[in-house]
């Protein structure tokens, strides 16, 4: 027997004015307006029921403590059918293949298994030799084009080109690529019209499908003629006698390009946003860059969240913070209320690139689904504001980033960008 709860928009007051966040004007309101709703929602005494329509909705965990609790327990909260909203149909999965994060169990042990072991050290180290090589590229491109728009010209260039090289991706792709993985993402979690909502999906499809076509060609032609890249290392790699197949390297490479990118992008976009809103952060970043970069790209991760959330499903019954959660119930893991929990971060909405101990759930909460890409994402973060930062360069961020009013990731369409002249 369930004990009793509160649910959203009927028990409680403070719940009603926290708007809707299953409805897509929530997203359309500014940061402050959505943050200050959630940190109402943290000052409740139990979790809080969303309804979705025609008798759906999800429980909202939005403290740091419970998303902790919730990522670490994947026998009660189920990653499948899917994280996402809504979650990915089953003929999408069945054409496409289950995606690493949408899989449990033993599925999702021997998938990242065969993937962890493909990450070698002398890969990884290549990796991050290429990544200080891409972002000094980038910056030169800058200092020589002076382009005024970031996201295109800086934050989106360097996860893409990175992954792309480790991955072993032709240069005749490459092009192609970042227009499918844009096609792909560009409507994740943001609310379009009827005729949109109708022609959108195919697009996002399609891109999807002819990207993980491509990727499978590249397999199976590494198959045959091994290079020292990671595709190579996935389809021969040998665990328990598995490598992975065409569609599962496809189903990878998607969530490789999608995640890696789109993420790290936003981070980075942000990232610098918020050294232009708080220049006494940015000029103690840089008095000592060495001393204070780890600092400052953990922050930046906290402080922007580029996944807002994810999506579980309960698959064996749970007693958390006075709620008894149950088989079929949906659970949503709010990261990006998670962050701002002042039990946890002192001055919560506050960049501070000196926060110790800074325990943000940007990279998720702990668990089997950690982010298999968080050293990775932090290198290329680091090394391109070294080079943004260290060299004459002096960018500063020119009005709001434009955001993409998204549910699923704190995504930025563009943010323009000037140069500022040297200081004296």
């Known amino acids: 027997m369930k004990v009793p709860v509160q649910r959203y928009g009927q028990a409680d007051p403070a719940a009603a004015e926290c708007g809707e966040l299953a409805d897509p004007a929530f997203w359309q309101q500014p940061p402050a307006a959505r943050l200050a709703a959630f940190a109402r929602l943290r000052a409740l005494d139990a979790p809080v029921f969303v309804p979705e329509g025609r008798g759906r909705g999800h429980w909202a965990l939005v403290r740091h403590a419970d998303v902790q609790e919730a990522s670490r327990l994947p026998k009660v909260f189920a990653s499948a059918p899917g994280v996402t909203t809504p979650e990915p149909a089953r003929w999408v999965r069945a054409l496409f293949g289950d995606s690493m994060v949408n899989l449990d169990g033993a599925d999702h042990a021997q998938l990242r298994k065969i993937v962890q072991r493909a990450f070698t050290p002398r890969l990884l ?23 005024d728009e970031f996201v295109s010209a800086v934050a989106s260039r360097l996860p893409l080109e990175v992954i792309c090289n480790m991955m072993g991706i032709p240069e005749r792709h490459r092009a192609e690529i970042a227009d499918r993985v844009n096609h792909a993402s560009e409507n994740i979690g943001v609310e379009r019209g009827l005729t949109a909502r109708l022609r959108m999906p195919g697009r996002g499809l399609r ?92 922050e930046m991760i906290r402080h922007s969240t580029p996944i807002i959330q994810f999506r579980r499903t309960v698959v064996a019954e749970h007693a958390l913070r006075g709620h008894l959660f149950v088989p079929g119930d ?95």
């Open 125 to 147: 180290a290549a990796a991050e030799a290429d990544i200080h090589a891409v972002a000094a590229r980038i910056v030169d491109d800058v200092l020589t084009d002076r382009p």
């Open 207 to 298: 891109a999807l499908a002819r990207m993980q076509r491509m990727v499978a060609g590249i397999g199976r032609e590494r198959r045959k003629n091994p290079s020292d890249d990671l595709i190579s290392a996935l389809v021969r790699a040998d665990v328990d006698g598995q490598a992975l197949g065409a569609r599962q390297l496809g189903a990878f490479f998607s969530l490789l390009m999608v995640a890696g990118v789109e993420t790290t992008r936003n981070a980075i976009t942000h990232g610098l946003s918020l050294l232009t809103d708080h220049p006494e952060q940015r000029d103690l970043l840089l008095e000592d860059f060495e001393e204070h970069a780890d600092g400052a790209v953990d």
């Open 330 to 424: 949906k659970v949503v893991l709010y990261y990006a209320s998670a962050n701002r929990d002042e039990a946890v971060f002192p001055d919560p909405d506050a960049f501070d690139i000196t926060r110790s101990p800074n325990p943000h759930l940007g990279f998720g909460g702990g668990g089997p689904h950690f982010c298999l890409g968080a050293h990775l994402a932090r290198v290329e973060m680091k090394a391109l504001f070294r080079e943004l930062l260290t060299r004459p360069v002096g960018l500063r961020a020119v009005g709001l980033p434009d955001l993409a009013g998204s549910n699923f990731d704190n995504r930025v369409r563009s943010l323009r960008f000037a140069f500022e002249p040297p200081r004296q």
